[in-house]
């Protein structure tokens, strides 16, 4: 992406995310820029773009996919998105209730192609979890 491009892309960015207000709204379907395989959510809001996805196999976690709403100067979306803003973000999804966690996965399976976060929401509380008794 070029100056130029990267430029018109914050704008229409800009633009748009006036639309949004703070807190994440759900998206109707109807209105998704396109259909991802498992994808069955869609939420935005001013700040942040969520992509709720079901792999549709027995035990598997809830993903979502979070990134901000901006652009930065290499083109890419918006890094840093703070722990505060994770849990946040999970809860206005709907999944307050719920534990989830973040990955790190081993060195050969690293895919870095986005400033994208993703939490997998898992239906029964983590047995390692801290617990606020």
């Known amino acids: 992406m070029n100056r130029h491009e990267r430029r018109a892309a914050n704008q229409h960015l800009k633009k748009e995310n006036k ?3 703070d807190q994440l709204i ?5 209105e998704w820029p396109r259909r991802e395989p498992g994808m069955i959510a869609l939420y935005r809001s001013s700040r942040f773009l969520v992509q709720v996805y079901e792999d549709g196999e027995l035990d598997t976690p809830i993903r979502l996919s979070i990134c901000r709403t901006a652009i930065n100067d290499r083109g890419q979306w918006q890094e840093n998105i703070a722990w505060e803003e994770l849990q946040e ?3 206005q999804c709907g999944y307050e209730h719920f534990d989830a966690v ?3 996965p081993r060195q050969k399976d690293v895919v870095n192609v986005a400033n994208m ?3 997998w929401v898992f239906d029964e509380p983590l047995r390692f979890a801290w617990r606020n008794v």
Do not use: A, D, Q
Not at 26 to 30: K, W
């Open 19 to 21: 639309t949004y207000p």
């Open 26 to 30: 759900s998206v109707p379907e109807s």
């Open 89 to 91: 973000i999970k809860n």
């Open 102 to 104: 973040e990955v790190y």
């Open 117 to 119: 976060r993703h939490l």
